[in-house]
């Protein structure tokens, strides 16, 4: 169930219904008398594909009972945006209007209420509605932002409405059990570049995808990320703490320094093996007559195993990108760099892909995750990690 309240961000709330419907959810949407000064019902009804309530006077519910049909068909109630005012009803279980009335009436137990604040931001930091969301969080409602910026009123700050694609994510990892909780997960990613001169240099052809999606999925499962990059083209997960680096001897460095907080490493970065021994201050020219330039090249630290080799090593867990042969090739790695739990795939066959195969390879045995887009195969991950660290929550 979205409910829209009245703001200016009524807009944002249009895009975020299609989105919603676009990744699979049903949506119910309601609004207030304010909330219409700003959009159509007629919008969010052709968006959402079902009629818009927006009174409790609704003569179409056959029992005349709007506000208590709709909630008990509902996962979620979702306020975005939620203005102060509205916020102000809800704390005092103010039932004047349609959908602070079904907040009142939803079965709390089963149909959790998620706010979306929008507003400007004297309001935002006005010691009342400072107090109101602080009891509203009290009360068990999940607030999702504000984000900072420019505000419509032209002033900038905290209030803005997330984006819509924001808020989609948030309702998403909302919904994905907790199963790292707590967990201080530490994530490399991406390739890494080792230069030979200021402009060339050395990499692969590893695109960050699985590695981002591991982060995002450890972060959706409620742990603390750090998110360790290479030179990579992809936006940060929400929640997630990015690192970014170049060079494999700066990855190493980034690691070792957030290792000692964290509980679990994955290590799905394609970390160059070899940089060559002199980096050149200058761009090499080609000289007429002197044949083609050589480069002496010098072995990388191997990351994972020097993790793994730590006296309080987090909970290890390699990648292993191979050309063929992933399962022989994936357990001889895993045992020569003294991980628990490695992950064989394909490397040419997933770099830059959405989609990919995995081989789950701990002491026990060998465990395909069948084709699958990276994020839901980072979620199997993520629970197969949960599990073997005896969380509580995957117990
Ligand atoms: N790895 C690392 N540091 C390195 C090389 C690899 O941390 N210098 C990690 C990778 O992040 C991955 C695992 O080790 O989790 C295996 O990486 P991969 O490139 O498949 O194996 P290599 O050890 O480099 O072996 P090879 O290239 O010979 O297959």
């Known amino acids: 169930m979205l409910g829209l309240t009245g703001g200016i961000a009524c807009y944002k709330a249009a895009e975020l219904t299609r989105a919603l419907i676009k990744a699979g959810a049903t949506v119910q949407v309601v609004m207030t008398e304010a909330a219409e000064q700003f959009?159509?019902?007629?919008?969010?009804?052709?968006?959402?594909?079902?009629?818009?309530?927006?009174?409790?006077?609704d003569a179409r519910e056959a029992n005349n009972m709007a506000h208590i049909n709709l909630t008990r068909e509902a996962d979620a109630v979702l306020i975005a945006p939620a203005s102060a005012d509205f916020i102000a009803r809800l704390l005092h279980g103010a039932a004047s209007d349609l959908l602070s009335l079904l907040c009142l009436a939803r079965p709390i137990e089963r149909c959790p209420l998620l706010v979306a604040p929008a507003m400007n931001r004297e309001m935002w930091a006005h010691p009342a509605t400072v107090r109101n969301f602080a009891q509203l969080?009290?009360?068990?409602?999940?607030?999702?932002?504000?984000?900072?910026?420019?505000?419509?009123?032209?002033?900038?700050?905290?209030?803005?409405?997330?984006?819509?694609?924001?808020?989609?994510?948030?309702?998403?990892?909302?919904?994905?059990?907790?199963?790292?909780?707590?967990?201080?997960?530490?994530?490399?990613?991406?390739?890494t570049f080792e230069p030979i001169d200021p402009?060339?240099?050395?990499?692969?052809?590893?695109?960050?995808?699985?590695?981002?999606?591991?982060?995002?999925?450890?972060?959706?499962?409620?742990?603390?990320?750090?998110?360790?990059?290479?030179?990579?083209?992809?936006?940060?997960?929400?929640?997630?703490?990015?690192?970014?680096?170049?060079?494999?001897?700066?990855?190493?460095?980034?690691?070792?320094?957030?290792?000692?907080?964290?509980?679990?490493?994955?290590?799905?970065?394609?970390?160059?093996?070899?940089?060559?021994?002199?980096v050149a201050g200058e761009k090499i020219k080609k000289k007429e007559g002197q044949g083609v330039p050589t480069f002496a090249l010098v072995e990388n630290v191997d990351i994972l195993a020097a993790v793994a080799a730590l006296p309080k090593a987090p909970f290890c867990?390699?990648?292993?990108?191979?050309?063929?042969d992933v399962l022989a090739n994936a357990s001889a790695k895993r045992l020569k760099k003294n991980v628990p739990l490695i992950v064989g795939n394909l490397g040419p066959a997933t770099f830059g892909q959405d989609d990919n195969v995995l081989t789950l390879i701990?002491?026990?045995?060998?465990?395909?995750?069948?084709?699958?887009?990276?994020?839901?195969?980072?979620?199997?991950?993520?629970?197969?990690?949960?599990?073997?660290?005896?969380?509580?929550?995957?117990?």
């Not at 867990?317 to 063929?324: D, L, P, T």
Request: with cysteine; glycine share 10%; hydrophobic share 50%.
């Open 137 to 191: 969080v009290a009360d068990g409602t999940t607030v999702l932002g504000p984000g900072s910026g420019d505000q419509a009123c032209g002033e900038t700050g905290d209030g803005r409405m997330l984006e819509p694609d924001e808020l989609l994510a948030e309702m998403i990892a909302f919904f994905q059990p907790k199963l790292l909780a707590g967990k201080r997960v530490l994530v490399t990613a991406g390739p």
């Open 39 to 57: 959009i159509t019902a007629v919008t969010l009804q052709a968006l959402s594909n079902r009629t818009v309530y927006t009174s409790q006077w």
């Open 362 to 395: 701990d002491a026990r045995g060998a465990r395909e995750l069948p084709r699958a887009g990276k994020l839901a195969l980072a979620r199997q991950l993520v629970a197969e990690i949960a599990a073997r660290i005896g969380t509580a929550a995957a117990s």
């Open 199 to 278: 402009v060339r240099g050395l990499s692969n052809r590893s695109s960050g995808k699985m590695g981002f999606a591991v982060a995002r999925a450890a972060a959706e499962a409620g742990a603390d990320v750090t998110l360790i990059a290479g030179p990579v083209a992809l936006d940060t997960p929400r929640h997630v703490r990015r690192v970014d680096v170049t060079t494999a001897a700066e990855m190493h460095a980034a690691v070792m320094a957030a290792v000692p907080q964290s509980e679990v490493f994955v290590a799905t970065a394609a970390v160059a093996d070899w940089r060559v021994a002199e």
């Open 317 to 324: 867990v390699g990648f292993a990108a191979e050309s063929g």
